[in-house]
């Protein structure tokens, strides 16, 4: 038998540390990635354009990303504003798991019925209880992780019945029996408000997205190293357009004050979101980041 020289046996050494750490660095990463929920949050989606740009691209974005959730602002989804079961059915096929609401829940008849049928389509939490549907939801992913999603509206310029605050205080102690994992929709017209509601439920919930305002802003951040924030999500719909809306109809109602009918643009379109990593065993936001698909 020929012994081996040194340099044979070095090599054969590093080999096999360069295997061990690469498995070790493989193993790391798929545990974290077990640990770890994705969420994939969508700024409020647009009309038809915008329901149909989900249907279209969004089980591949939801692939692209390694979304373990999928939540979608629809309280603008129908043509002519608010959520028909029509427009809420298509978000559902498009792959949306839960759909928020806000100021415009309400808007169209048709859906008083529907939402009480549908456990993850929500209204604004802080109306009355006797109004139909209800204003937060528990998912569970298909690992069995829990996520409680909350659809909350702010008070300046909008119609909020209860303080989201207070509201906030009692449902968070309520839903953190059942899970850790909690994101909140809030659903506001001013920064200041959406900021400061963040900031007071800061290492209490996962996420704090803000919806309303259709422009996505860059201020991502993690509050109080937990508490993933973003001021607004921005908007699905038609690009060159206003808010989504056909531009003649909104310089029309600013030139007139007339009442005016905003029919959905038409064009190409974008999607706004974020993406949130959470620890599901924890609830704390590890990453908040922008994620927009064109
Ligand atoms: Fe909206
Ligand atoms: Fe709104």
Redesign the pocket.
Known sequence: MIPLGKGVVNRKFKKSIDFFCFRVTMFLAITERLILMRILFIG?V?SGPGTTFLLDNLWNIRKECSADVVIA?G??SADGNGILPFSADRLFSAGVDIITG???SFRRREIYSYIDEQEYLLRPVNYPTDVPGCGYCIYTTDRGDKIAVISMLGTYMLDAFDCPFKTADRLIEKISEQTKNIIIDF?AEATSEKRAFAEYVAGRVSAVVG????VQTADEKILSDYTGFITDVG?TGVIDSI??VKKEDVIYRFTTKMPTRFNAATGDCEMNGVLIDIDAKTGKCTNIERYNKK
């Open positions: 409020d647009v602002n309280e603008n806000g100021n415009h659903h919806t309303h305002t259709h908007m808010l989504g």
